[in-house]
């Protein structure tokens, strides 16, 4: 049996999460995340129903290169606040939300398979 060790492209996997941020690529970041195709912004929003639709204007300013967006809600799976709901379908734009740990899993999972896609991710403590 061969095993091939993942090609993440130019874009860092999430090595680690929690304590209030993530680690990529080795470098620990406070807070939560936009991770974009070509890197990564910081969110001020501490909830996933404070995101607007301002801090996702560059998700949408890039919606021909994107198949969905992952969406890591934080501690918990929540439901999908209506603004971010209503800004998905104006853009025919999926989305597929989770709680972090599990969007963080989903995230490097997806990066191995090449898709094309951005996550917003809520950090946790």
């Not at 080795?26 to 969110?43: N, W």
């Amino acid at each position: 049996m061969e095993i091939n060790e993942p090609n993440f492209g130019t874009r860092q996997p999430i090595d680690a999460y929690g304590d209030g941020g993530f680690r990529l690529g080795g470098e620990f970041i406070k807070g939560s995340l936009l991770l974009l195709p070509e890197g990564h912004l910081s969110l001020a929003a501490d909830r996933l129903d404070i995101v607007t639709a301002d801090d996702l204007s560059p998700v949408i300013g890039q919606r021909d290169q994107l198949d969905f967006l992952l969406v890591g809600c934080g501690a918990d799976i929540q439901a999908l606040p209506q603004a971010l709901r209503t800004l998905g379908e104006a853009h025919n734009l999926p989305i597929d939300f989770m709680d972090t740990g599990a969007a963080c899993r989903t995230y490097n999972v997806l990066l191995g398979e090449g898709r094309r896609f951005a996550a917003v991710l809520i950090a946790v403590t």
